[in-house]
């Protein structure tokens, strides 16, 4: 595997299911992301991850839990969600958080919570 | 706060035509420019970025951007759009806080034969 996986590539929930989204970068970058990518909206930064410490939680509601084990690995945790989640969640890597880093992008998790 | 607008929601060109792009921006200093790519089924590629230094900038796939600081823009060019071109291209800033970049709405271009 090259670059940042994510798994699955398609999730379809209920409302009081629980279930996790899985990110992997393999560039050996210090920081991650997660996005959420919604129709006509631009993409909303949800969590920030740098060596594994959480720098930024942009007003996420708490049904949204993410985690990072290790530098490669990040992982957001779902459950009780809402219809209006339904969306393409992205995970992202950069090197570092300087405003130059490239970000690298995942293909993103197709998310529909019925 | 920094903003970016994407004036064209979808843009409809035939193939080999020329193309180009509209971004504006809102933010007090030089930001960080980057253009990416979303084809479907994907994740967003980096096209482009601008820092500082020449207002004109070479990408990946044949495109180029021009930052007119007077204009507040960074529109994106190709001289000839191929069909594998048709895809959404986001427009992104970032400020000198850091890691926090501000995408746009997107433009979704359709390339007809």
């Known amino acids: 595997e090259t670059g940042v996986t994510q798994t699955p590539r398609h999730l379809v929930m209920g409302m009081t299911n629980k279930k996790s989204l899985k990110c992997e970068q393999h560039l050996g970058h210090n920081a991650m992301y997660w996005y959420k990518q919604s129709a006509k909206k631009p993409l909303e930064l949800m969590f920030v991850?740098?060596?594994?410490?959480?720098?930024e939680n942009n007003s996420v509601p708490s049904r949204f839990s993410p985690e990072c084990p290790n530098s490669s690995h990040l992982f957001l945790h779902l459950h009780t969600l809402q219809p209006e989640d339904s969306a393409l969640y992205l995970c992202?890597?950069?090197?570092?958080?300087?405003?130059?880093?490239?970000?690298?992008f995942g293909p993103g998790t197709r998310l529909t919570v019925l | 706060a920094q903003s970016v607008t994407q004036p064209d929601i979808h843009i409809t060109v035939s193939e080999g035509a020329s193309l180009e792009l509209r971004c504006n921006y809102s933010?007090?200093?030089?930001?960080?420019l980057f253009w990416y790519v979303q084809s479907p089924g994907q994740g967003l590629q980096l096209l482009l970025k601008?820092?500082?230094?020449?207002?004109l900038v070479q990408g990946i796939k044949g495109f180029e951007a021009e930052f007119k600081r007077s204009q507040s823009s960074f529109n994106l060019r190709k001289p000839s759009v191929h069909w594998s071109d048709a895809a959404e291209y986001f427009c992104a800033v970032g400020a000198g806080s850091g890691y926090a970049l501000n995408f746009g709405k997107g433009t979704s271009l359709l390339v007809t034969p």
């Open positions: 991850y740098s060596l594994e410490e959480r720098v």
């Open positions: 601008y820092f500082s230094g020449d207002t």
């Open positions: 933010y007090g200093a030089t930001p960080y």
């Open positions: 992202a890597s950069s090197w570092g958080l300087a405003p130059g880093d490239e970000q690298f």
